[in-house]
């Protein structure tokens, strides 16, 4: 199994920028997608970023340019760069990760996510 930590949510003034970490402990498997989905109140949860394992990366369209999802594989750790940050990016970020485990296929692990709130 594996337990996703993330760190680096809090309060940001519009127009600033955030850090969100998120390392991966436990069985930890090569071919993995990892990244981040986020939640405003009452809204569907949405896709921010993932990055695979091999470097690929994707983000939702609206946020191309101000959002940066990289990985430290030596860490096991998924980072999301926001910059630019606007009040409706308000939401709680919940860490994703997608692991080929060889006994059950793809399984997938979430974080406990971490508040961002972005006043204007």
């Known amino acids: 199994q594996v337990q996703l930590v993330e760190s680096g949510g809090g309060l940001v003034q519009a127009g600033g920028s955030l850090t969100l970490s998120c390392a991966a402990a436990?069985?930890?498997?090569?071919?993995?997608?990892m990244g981040w989905y986020r939640q405003a109140p009452e809204k569907p949860r949405e896709l921010v970023a993932t990055i695979t394992s091999g470097g690929s990366a994707n983000y939702a369209d609206s946020l191309k340019g101000r959002f940066t999802v990289s990985r430290d594989d030596a860490k096991n750790t998924v980072y999301l760069q926001m910059n630019n940050l606007k009040p409706e990016d308000t939401a709680v970020y919940y860490c994703?990760?997608?692991?080929?485990?060889?006994?059950?296929?793809?399984?997938?692990?979430w974080g406990q996510g971490t508040q961002v709130t972005v006043s204007s």
């Open positions: 994703y990760g997608g692991f080929l485990e060889p006994q059950y296929g793809v399984v997938e692990y």
């Open positions: 436990g069985n930890v498997f090569g071919i993995n997608t």
